[in-house]
């Protein structure tokens, strides 16, 4: 819906023309005065990212795959994140050893559907994709426009891009991120109480 401020039907469709998907021909209602001030109210988000907090993704690939808040903007907006990647293995297209994109000859994956969760394992991820898909700057991988770091996946989402309320995760989900990329218990210590 579209609210215009207007003391006139004329001054409403005059603000309204040349707009795309809008159609006037299904006519120009009145707000109920009761209503009115409703319509200018802004409801406040009171709820706070802090690091070290668990949420959700909402869309793509990820989406309801749990995340631990490693910092926030100045500004609040955006939110890096740590999480376990999906990478698909087995892709449509394979790459070869001179990184040139090659027909795969298999079983194609199915399409919709999205690959499972796994650490980032380097040798992996270069025997399908090839050394020049994956470069290494310290102890950071760059994939696919993406930083890996111990196994995780590290990245910005804006926060309204996040589950933020209501997340308990279960036990087994924290775990996860307490062991490292080869499965063994790491040296970081998961805090329960966030």
């Known amino acids: 819906m579209i609210y215009v401020e207007a003391r006139s039907q ?3 469709l005059d603000a309204i023309n040349g707009l795309v998907g809008v159609f006037p021909s299904r006519g120009v209602v009145l707000v109920p005065i009761d209503e009115m001030s409703s319509l200018l109210q802004i409801k406040q988000q009171d709820l706070t990212v802090t690091p070290g907090s668990w949420v959700r993704i909402k869309r793509g690939k990820y989406q309801g795959d749990l995340a ?3 910092d926030v ?3 609040g907006e955006e939110a890096g994140l740590k999480f376990i990647p999906r990478i698909d293995l087995n892709p449509k297209e394979e790459f070869g050893a001179d990184g040139k994109k090659r027909k795969r000859m298999g079983i194609p ?3 919709g559907i999205r690959p499972p969760q796994r ?3 380097y040798e992996e991820v270069v025997k399908v994709y090839g050394r020049k898909g994956v470069s290494k700057r310290n102890q950071v991988y760059l994939f696919q426009n993406d930083t890996f770091k ?3 996946i590290e990245k910005d989402y804006k926060i309204n ?3 933020l309320e ?9 775990t996860r991120f307490a062991r490292g990329a080869d499965g063994t218990e790491g040296e970081v210590n998961v805090d329960l109480s966030i």
Not at 166 to 174: C, K, R, S, T, V
Request: no cysteine; hydrophobic share 40%.
């Open 10 to 12: 004329k001054q409403v």
């Open 68 to 70: 631990q808040v490693l």
């Open 73 to 75: 903007t100045e500004n």
């Open 109 to 111: 994956t199915a399409t």
């Open 119 to 121: 650490f980032f394992n």
């Open 150 to 152: 111990d196994g995780f």
């Open 161 to 163: 891009a996040l589950v």
């Open 166 to 174: 209501n997340d308990n995760p279960p036990l087994d989900e924290i």
